[in-house]
């Protein structure tokens, strides 16, 4: 079977508009269908002039509200995660970061962590997320 490339139609972007500086905008987050695929969640703070935390806790918590505050902006919930994918700068701060994750999802999605040796900005933490959305009512 072939593999198809999806020609997403909308475009969801909790991020647009909320930054002067649009090369500060992560990635688009993508819907197709009942799907949205949410490109890098960063930590990021909306609510302190997108300054980025040097502690890796906070780091967490941002990252893990802006992946919150995209899938509500798609209308849809944690709940409804499909698969997330964690990358950490340094594998030493896991536990650290599976406590955080437990407090935003509470759902079992399929889920990797994976370390890197870097990421852009300072970011210690980056998530990509897919999850369901559910059909107007």
Request: aromatic content about 8%.
């Amino acid at each position: 079977m072939a593999v198809q490339r999806i020609n997403c139609k909308k475009r969801i972007s909790y991020h647009q508009g909320l930054m002067s500086d649009a090369s500060l905008i992560p990635a688009e987050d993508l819907q197709k269908g009942s799907f949205l695929f949410c490109g890098g969640a960063i930590p990021r703070d909306p609510d302190k002039n997108w300054d980025i935390p040097l502690d890796f806790e906070e780091q967490c918590h941002v990252t893990f509200k802006n992946l919150k505050g995209v899938l509500e902006a798609a209308g849809t919930t944690t709940d409804n995660l499909i698969r997330v994918i964690i990358y950490l700068t340094d594998m030493r701060n896991w536990e650290a970061m599976n406590k955080v994750y437990a407090q935003y999802i509470k759902s079992a999605p399929a889920r990797a962590c994976i370390g890197i040796n870097a990421l852009n900005n300072r970011y210690q933490i980056e998530i990509v997320a897919d999850a369901l959305v559910p059909a107007k009512k």
